[in-house]
């Protein structure tokens, strides 16, 4: 088995695991984490590409993936405070009002 | 045997760190608490920072560090520390999609297992597995892709200003 292979299902089952995650966790904070696993699978497939086609390309999303993460998170976490702050709870079910 | 593992070390290497990074991805889905599952990200992350280490790529492998252990998982752990370990969903492991999601789960699991296992990425084609340092990178990255580099400016200080006005809007509803 190749090596770029086995990279590319270990990208997958990780984006695999991370969707499922955010399926199946109930805590808030364990989804966006669960999120960041999914952003890291993809980080792994195109450093997998990039390495096999010895192009600086990969290595730009990649960084472009690192900054949406960081993004991701500075604006996630004062969100999930705000909302843990009117209900108490990290317990996604309860904010099921905010549906509309 | 032992002379061909350690002319492979690398590659042995590889392979465990690959290991080590999909038990602990796994390993996320199972633990309840945050804190634990936090840990088990951050393993999986510098496990992944070794992979990419191994294959070259060094600058990839001390960003992975730097910014997702050092940055994103820190803010998260305090994020964790801030909040009340009593709340039942520290407690309550799976949401009411547990079933359905597991399903979905196993179908994404095949359809990426069949397109992988099939049809072979291929032979590598021209500069086949030749790295590329920070340099090359660099230039790439400030003249090539000055588009992307403008875009990451421009996402981080959106980050900044929503960060900002999701506390403002916090300060307003409290005085009001």
């Not at chain 2, 399903?103 to 699991?109: K, M």
């Not at chain 2, 006005?165 to 300060?171: D, G, H, R, S």
Request: hydrophobic content about 60%; charged content about 15%; proline content about 3%.
């Amino acid at each position: 088995m190749d090596k770029t292979q086995v990279l590319l299902l270990l990208a997958a089952g990780l984006f695999s695991l991370g969707l499922a995650g955010v399926i199946i966790r109930r805590n808030v904070l364990v989804m966006l984490m669960c999120m960041e696993l999914m952003l890291n699978g993809v980080n792994l497939s195109l450093v997998a590409f990039a390495h096999q086609l010895g192009e600086a390309v990969g290595a730009v999303l990649v960084f472009l993936v690192f900054v949406v993460a960081t993004a991701e998170i500075a604006v996630a976490i004062p969100i999930v405070l705000l909302l843990v702050r009117r209900k108490r709870t990290l317990d996604l079910e309860a904010y099921a009002d905010l549906k509309g | 045997m032992i002379e061909t593992v350690l002319r492979n070390l690398d590659t042995v290497f590889l392979y465990a760190f690959a290991l080590c990074a999909f038990a602990s991805a796994a390993l996320m889905l199972w633990l309840k608490e945050p804190m634990r599952v936090a840990m088990a990200l951050i393993s999986c992350m510098v496990f992944l920072g070794g992979v990419y280490g191994l294959l070259g790529v060094h600058f990839i492998a001390a960003f992975q560090v730097l910014i997702y252990v050092g940055a994103v998982m820190v803010f998260m752990v305090y994020a964790i520390m801030l909040l009340d370990p009593r709340d039942e969903s520290m407690r309550v492991r799976w949401s009411h999609f547990l079933y359905p999601g597991t399903i979905g789960f196993v179908l994404l699991v095949e359809a990426f297992g069949a397109a992988f296992w099939n049809d072979l990425p291929g032979p590598p084609r021209g500069a086949a597995g030749a790295t590329f340092g920070l340099e090359a990178f660099s230039k790439a990255f400030l003249s090539e892709y000055w588009l992307h580099f403008e875009l990451t400016s421009v996402l981080l200080v959106a980050a900044v200003v929503a960060a900002i006005a999701v506390i403002k809007v916090n300060k307003g509803a409290g005085h009001g």
